[in-house]
């Protein structure tokens, strides 16, 4: 039963991270020191994205659930969890590569705001 709370503690802490990398940098022109947690996360997931790489997390995962008695998934977490709800069919390395570009659009308007600001107000 241990093993099956961690891996979905490890699951929440998945989706946690990617709604904050997704929507933590309009957090940011409220609260600046947030860039500091917001940018390096920011700077994973599309990294993640544009290599094809596997976030740590998903084998972290399968091994819980499978010391649980639990199949694991050979893909990662977004193929298995998230695919079939926000991603199209046949995710494809190109497509991959839109979506770490996507979540750099996404996070980039608010510290363009953010960075205006401060230059009018040195000005």
Request: a positive charge; one cysteine or more; charged letters at 15%.
């Amino acid at each position: 039963m241990a093993y099956r709370l961690a891996a979905d503690g490890v699951l929440i802490l998945h989706l946690g991270f990617i709604v904050w990398v997704v929507c933590g940098g309009w957090l940011v022109p409220r609260r600046p020191r947030l860039a500091v947690w917001h940018l390096p996360a920011l700077a994973w997931a599309v990294s993640l994205e544009l290599n094809g790489w596997r976030c740590p997390l998903t084998p972290l995962e399968n091994l819980l659930r499978g010391r649980a008695g639990q199949a694991g998934f050979e893909d990662g977490f977004i193929e298995h969890y998230l695919l079939g709800v926000i991603y199209p069919a046949g995710l494809t390395p190109t497509l991959q590569v839109w979506l770490g570009l996507s979540a750099l659009l996404i996070s980039l308007p608010p510290y363009v705001w953010l960075i205006q600001q401060k230059w009018r107000r040195r000005r």
